[in-house]
């Protein structure tokens, strides 16, 4: 039984005469009258009663009809998914934002859609806030993963399930590489390489500040960075302790520099953030979908 004569049987069926269904499936009406007898002759039934203008379907005729319709809208619904499936989306997403462990989860979500979406590329860009959202303003980014302390309020953004970790990296030589985490006061007296954008007193909160208190206009930061792969090197060479955030800089057993984390401890928030009224290509805004998705049942 083929799917073409069952999709010529329900024409005739719903047109209710072979004129009819041949006008409509530009076909001979002869033609048309031997594929339902070859049709009848195969099931073994009468399914027309054949009158001078028009045909009416038997009782075994209505019966076709029906499980006729079921098996044309399965197939129907099945050729449509295949071909949304053939509707590849492709295109480029771009992202910015600033070195954090969190760029894991950003990844993991870049994996999940490659196995759907192969033809969509990802272009990160590294820099500090200031870096990020000057591109993301100018319409350079699709995307910016902003570091707390980070003014936030003209962008539309969604919160990062994730906390960058505090803490200073120093060679192993070190005096305060013998301690396992750092305070305030160890801090005051040796030269620190701090981020730029830490050191901004521009925040109506900036965490940072907040955990040194009164000190900490006494620090003495003899360089500052806004990629922490830079500052680990100057820590290396001996230039001073670096603040930066956990797992940023290379701390493995064949380098000269080791990561304690501040005390009490101190974390950042993270934001994805976009351009309020941004109209996205289909790539992006396919990653932001899965992120909002992903995000949201973390």
Sequence with gaps: MELRVLRY?????????????????HVTQPTLSRQLKDLEQELGKKLFIRRSHSIVLTEEGMHLRKRAEEIIEMVDKLETEFHSMEETISGDVYIGGGETDAMKQIARVVKK???????????LYSGNEDDVTERLDKGLLDFGILIQPADISKYNYIN?????VWGVVMRKDSPLARKNTIQATDLLNVPLICSRQVMKQTFSKNEFADWFGEDFDKLNVVSTYNLAYNAG???EEGIGYAIVLDKIVNTSSDRNLCF??????L???LNL???KH????????????????????S
Excluded: C
């Design 9 to 25: 049987f329900l024409t005739v069926a719903r047109e209710g005469s072979i004129t009819g269904a041949a006008d409509f499936l």
């Design 113 to 123: 859609l490659q196995l759907n979406y192969p033809n969509i590329r990802y272009h």
């Design 160 to 164: 990062i399930p994730a906390k960058d």
């Design 233 to 235: 090197i100057m820590v």
């Design 260 to 265: 304690r984390p501040l005390d009490p401890k």
């Design 267 to 269: 974390e950042s928030g």
């Design 273 to 275: 953030v976009w351009k």
């Design 278 to 297: 941004q109209v996205f290509s289909s790539a992006a805004n396919m990653f932001l979908n899965e992120i909002q998705g992903g995000f949201l049942r």
